[in-house]
């Protein structure tokens, strides 16, 4: 099952957070936009499964289809309608990898020799990497948008806050998976010695930046957390000395 679960996981953060332009999250209203999208979704599912005419598959997707419908003509947009969006797609991989558990070891990458048996493994870090990235920015975009809103801050370069963002998230989730939690200690210090100047004088710049960084840390140490609890269920991840 933890195949299962790595393996569609991928397919998702890809389809939501690295194919998705933000012209086409505009335009869902539109059915081609929303149909356009669900069939990248279950492209990437057959091609991440190694199962191209499964019924699980294509269920799949179209359950995907179904929740961005909902989203996008009866939400209000907001961190609240993205969480239960994420949600509700994560609930639907998980119903599939309980309900067919065989998918993984019936598709065409369990038939690959045992040198590839980590394969899953690469595929939940590349999973659990996008999602602490880009998925952890947007849900931290939206939480700090009604912040910016009531009291903008300060212009800097263009994109560098989301920039920082993905930086700090990616250097967390690899460092707590590499057994180094200890170390975002580190990057909490640096980043509040970096914006003590800009900050220290401003109140209500001073708790932006801390609510920002507080929910993008607390995003990827999540993300990161839940990442080695699924990887138990896989191969470890072996990664070859060099050769005499």
Same mark, same amino acid.
């Given at each position: 099952?933890?195949?299962? !679960?790595?393996?569609?996981l991928?397919?998702?953060?890809?389809?939501?957070?690295? /194919?998705? @332009?933000?012209?086409?999250?505009?335009?869902?209203?539109?059915?081609?936009?929303?149909?356009?999208?669900?069939?990248?979704? *279950? #492209?990437?599912?057959?091609?991440?499964?190694?199962?191209? &005419?499964? %019924?699980?598959?294509?269920?799949? #997707?179209?359950?995907?289809?179904?929740?961005?419908?909902?989203?996008?003509? !009866? &939400?209000?947009?907001?961190?609240a309608?993205f969480?239960?969006?994420?949600?509700?797609?994560?609930?639907?991989?998980?119903g599939?990898a309980l309900?067919?558990?065989?998918?993984?070891?019936?598709?065409?990458?369990?038939?690959? %020799?045992?040198?590839?048996?980590?394969?899953?493994?690469?595929?939940?870090?590349?999973?659990? *990497?996008?999602?602490?990235?880009?998925?952890?920015?947007?849900?931290?975009? /939206?939480?700090?948008?009604?912040?910016?809103?009531?009291?903008?801050?300060?212009?800097?370069? %263009?994109?560098?806050?989301?920039?920082?963002?993905?930086?700090?998230?990616?250097l967390?989730?690899?460092?707590?998976?590499?057994?180094? %939690?200890? &170390?975002?200690?580190?990057?909490?210090?640096?980043?509040?010695?970096?914006?003590?100047? &800009?900050?220290?004088?401003?109140?209500? #710049?001073?708790?932006?930046?801390?609510?920002?960084? *507080?929910?993008?840390?607390?995003?990827?140490?999540?993300?990161?957390?839940?990442?080695?609890?699924l990887?138990?269920?896989?191969?470890?991840?072996?990664? @070859?000395?060099?050769? @005499?």
């Amino acid at each position: 099952m933890s195949e299962i !679960l790595a393996a569609l996981l991928l397919a998702h953060a890809v389809a939501d957070f690295l /194919l998705q @332009p933000d012209w086409m999250v505009r335009r869902k209203r539109e059915p081609w936009v929303l149909l356009a999208h669900a069939a990248v979704v *279950l #492209a990437l599912s057959q091609l991440a499964l190694g199962h191209v &005419a499964s %019924p699980w598959v294509l269920g799949l #997707a179209a359950l995907h289809l179904a929740i961005d419908a909902v989203k996008t003509h !009866l &939400a209000r947009p907001g961190l609240a309608a993205f969480l239960a969006d994420q949600a509700a797609h994560l609930a639907v991989i998980l119903g599939v990898a309980l309900l067919a558990p065989d998918l993984w070891e019936t598709g065409l990458w369990a038939a690959l %020799p045992e040198r590839f048996a980590a394969l899953p493994h690469y595929m939940l870090l590349a999973a659990g *990497l996008i999602l602490a990235t880009r998925a952890g920015g947007v849900a931290v975009g /939206l939480l700090m948008r009604a912040q910016a809103a009531e009291d903008p801050p300060a212009r800097g370069l %263009p994109k560098g806050g989301t920039t920082i963002g993905y930086l700090e998230r990616g250097l967390i989730f690899i460092l707590i998976l590499s057994g180094q %939690p200890e &170390a975002t200690g580190f990057l909490i210090a640096a980043k509040s010695i970096l914006r003590f100047g &800009a900050v220290s004088e401003d109140r209500a #710049a001073s708790e932006y930046v801390i609510i920002g960084t *507080l929910a993008s840390f607390g995003l990827a140490i999540a993300t990161a957390l839940a990442v080695q609890h699924l990887a138990t269920g896989l191969p470890p991840l072996e990664i @070859p000395g060099p050769t @005499p």
